[in-house]
């Protein structure tokens, strides 16, 4: 079945740094991919997206590139801030049973220290 | 502000309970999702209304039931509840149309604990 995986967490990173959270995927058609966002006590709110091979999904400088030959999504930003703080997941979305419902990664807490 | 709203925010009961979360999706979407959030199992989808019709079940328990009303706003009904069924729930919404796949918007969540 479709599954996502993620890097472990959590990623300690200080202000400025450059951001990597690998994302890989298995899927048995083509799915949407998505990196959604869960900063403390609140809910999810995506961040970006891409629906097809090559594309690169981009917002609030972060960014990530569909990747289909080596089934990765990995989410990278240039230069971290304090407020980046947050839980990271990776998720994907394909038509399965009637549904386009969202599978998700474990999800990667991320701390930026000032 | 996803613009799905979720009531309540925060819901504290005993065990054996029967409890119930509204969800109102974001204006115009047709399908609602529920999905719980747990620390050993993360993030899971529940089920899937769209458009008053049931669409597809996730890993939900016999004893949870949803249904979406006409004025699309949809509610989880959990039953006989466990300690165990204490987590985040989370709708999401969004304007699936056949043959199409669109994001989907999350509201703040209902936190359960089940004491």
């Known amino acids: 079945g479709n599954s996502v995986t993620q890097m472990e967490g959590p990623v300690t990173l200080s202000e400025e740094a450059f951001l990597t959270i690998n994302c890989t995927y298995t899927a048995t058609g083509y799915p949407s991919l998505f990196w959604y966002v869960q900063y403390p006590g609140e809910g999810l709110q995506l961040l970006l997206k891409a629906t097809k091979a090559d594309d690169k999904g981009s917002n609030k400088g972060f960014e990530a590139t569909y990747r289909k030959e080596t089934t990765s999504f990995h989410l990278e930003k240039g230069s971290v801030q304090v407020s980046d703080s947050a839980v990271y997941f990776c998720?994907?979305?394909?038509?399965?049973?009637?549904?386009?419902?969202?599978?998700f990664g474990s999800g990667t807490r991320l701390l930026v220290r000032p | 502000d996803s613009g799905v709203t979720q009531t309540p925010k925060h819901l504290i009961t005993a065990t054996g309970q029967r409890v119930t979360l509204r969800c109102s999706p974001r204006?115009?979407?047709?399908?609602v999702y529920w999905y719980q959030q747990s620390l050993d199992q993360g993030l899971q989808f529940l089920i899937q209304y769209y458009n008053g019709e049931e669409r597809a079940k996730g890993n939900i328990l016999e004893r949870f039931s949803a249904q979406q009303f006409p004025d699309l706003h949809s509610e989880l009904n959990l039953s006989s509840l466990e300690l165990g069924d204490s987590a985040l729930y989370f709708c999401?919404?969004?304007?699936?149309?056949?043959?199409?796949?669109?994001?989907?918007?999350f509201g703040p969540g209902t936190r359960l604990t089940v004491t």
């Open positions: 998720a994907l979305s394909d038509l399965m049973d009637s549904s386009y419902k969202l599978i």
């Open positions: 999401a919404s969004s304007a699936t149309l056949a043959g199409e796949s669109y994001e989907q918007y």
């Open positions: 204006s115009g979407d047709l399908s």
